[in-house]
Every structure is written in structure tokens, then in C-alpha cells.
């Protein structure tokens, strides 16, 4: 068990620009989440992936976010055009099924800051 | 919709006190019951859930929170205080009725101990 690991832990963007966020799971995790975390704030869902099938995505995802999971190991979160309000921290978890009350392995999340 | 409230975003205790952190949850259905600590500059890590069954729940590190369906609430607590419990702590939980497994967080409690 190697962990939750996100790429890169900082990125600084100027506004207007695109990101993309790597998160690789704990190997055999079927359940993918992102979170969105800004300063002084809990944690807030984004969307999740059941294998490489996103299933779920929060009215906070705008239509300029994009996430996949093509092979249902690792996914991507692309932020298109960014703006000052996305800055944040973006957080990957992952769980080994779905059963209801499941323990969340978190990455250690990647700090965006847009000039 | 599910809300959390955590009541004090700081907290401060001595060093041997007690350590005891409020939340409390909205939901038609009472929910699965979670507390998160996030250490600076790492993931958040589970410390404690509810799901069923014993409304006294044990967890890592001394911690124990119990569900009072009747007052709505999660509160966690510690009897002794120790320096490496100074973190930031969330409560959150996820509806029984509805499939994802998605967390809903309060917005967190930092406590600090004091020598």
C-alpha cells in the first residue's frame, strides 16, 4: 500500500491558462473521488469514477473542468481557462469498493494558485 | 441535502486536557457518522466512523466520538491531550440512501495544544 499520490503538489498558473492534475490511486481502489478545498474550508466533493465510468459530478464542476479515468487506475483533472476563483487545493481519495460507509484513502493534494 | 456544522474553527487545549470537538449533522436520515484529521502537509487520514450498531465509537490515536441521534450530533473527544494531536479535524458524513459514498465535511476544527 503505497498510498494516494498527487502530481504536482504546487502549481502556479496565470489566469486564462490550462492545468492538469494527476492523482494515482491505492492499486485495486475501484473508487475514485476529487474534493475541492479552499482556505479555512472543508472539503467539498467535485465527482468520482466507479473503474474508468465517472458517475457522479457536482454542480461546483463547471463546464471548464474536465476528469477522466481512462483505464480506471490513474485520473486526470483539467482546468481549462482558469480563473482566480479556482485557486484551491484539489484533493484525490480513493476507496476499495463501494459499499456504503467506506473508509477514504486521501492524496496530499495539489495547491493551485491563479494569478 | 445533508449539512455538517462544526462548532469552532480553533480550538486550544493544555497538554493532558481534554480534547473535545462539536459537530453536528442535518439529515432526514441519519447518516453515516466520519472524523478526518489532516496533519499539515498531508492527506486527511480516517480517524473514526459510525455506521451502525455501537454509538460509541473507538478510533486511532486515544480518539472516541459517540452518535446522539437525539441531539443530531458526533462529538469527538480525548481524554488526555498529547503535542501531536495539534491538527486540523473534520467531521463529515455520507448518506445511507444514496449510492457514491460521497462525504459531505464540516468545515473543520484546528486545535492547537498547548505546552
Known amino acids: 500500500d503505497t498510498g494516494v499520490s498527487q502530481d504536482p503538489r504546487h502549481k502556479i498558473t496565470k489566469r486564462g491558462q490550462n492545468v492538469t492534475f494527476r492523482c494515482d490511486p491505492i492499486?485495486?481502489?475501484?473508487?475514485l473521488y476529487w474534493y475541492r478545498q479552499t482556505l479555512g474550508q472543508g472539503p467539498e466533493f467535485l465527482t468520482y469514477?466507479?473503474?474508468?465510468?465517472?458517475?457522479?459530478k457536482s454542480r461546483l464542476l463547471s463546464d471548464r473542468f474536465s476528469a477522466e479515468r481512462p483505464k480506471g487506475s490513474f485520473s486526470t483533472l483539467e482546468i481549462q481557462r482558469t480563473e482566480q476563483g479556482d485557486s484551491a487545493m484539489y484533493l484525490c481519495?480513493?476507496?476499495?469498493?463501494?459499499?456504503?460507509?467506506?473508509?477514504?484513502?486521501f492524496g496530499s493534494g495539489t495547491q493551485l494558485s491563479v494569478l | 441535502a445533508q449539512s455538517v456544522t462544526q462548532l469552532g474553527s480553533h480550538v486550544s487545549v493544555s497538554e493532558g486536557a481534554l480534547v473535545l470537538l462539536r459537530c453536528n449533522y442535518s439529515?432526514?436520515?441519519?447518516?453515516?457518522l466520519f472524523w478526518y484529521v489532516q496533519y499539515p502537509n498531508q492527506g486527511l487520514q480516517l480517524l473514526l466512523k459510525y455506521t451502525s450498531a455501537a454509538t460509541l465509537v473507538k478510533g486511532i490515536n486515544g480518539f472516541e466520538a459517540e452518535f446522539k441521534k437525539s441531539e443530531t450530533s458526533f462529538h469527538l473527544t480525548k481524554p488526555s491531550a498529547h503535542m501531536s494531536d495539534a491538527a486540523e479535524y473534520f467531521c463529515?458524513?455520507?448518506?445511507?440512501?444514496?449510492?457514491?459514498?460521497?462525504?459531505?465535511f464540516g468545515g473543520g476544527t484546528r486545535v492547537l495544544v498547548k505546552p
Open positions: 481519495a480513493s476507496s476499495l469498493n463501494s459499499r456504503g460507509g467506506e473508509k477514504l484513502f
Open positions: 439529515s432526514s436520515v441519519p447518516p453515516y
Open positions: 469514477f466507479q473503474n474508468e465510468a465517472q458517475l457522479e
Open positions: 463529515a458524513v455520507s448518506d445511507r440512501q444514496a449510492a457514491g459514498n460521497k462525504l459531505t
Open positions: 492499486s485495486e481502489h475501484n473508487r
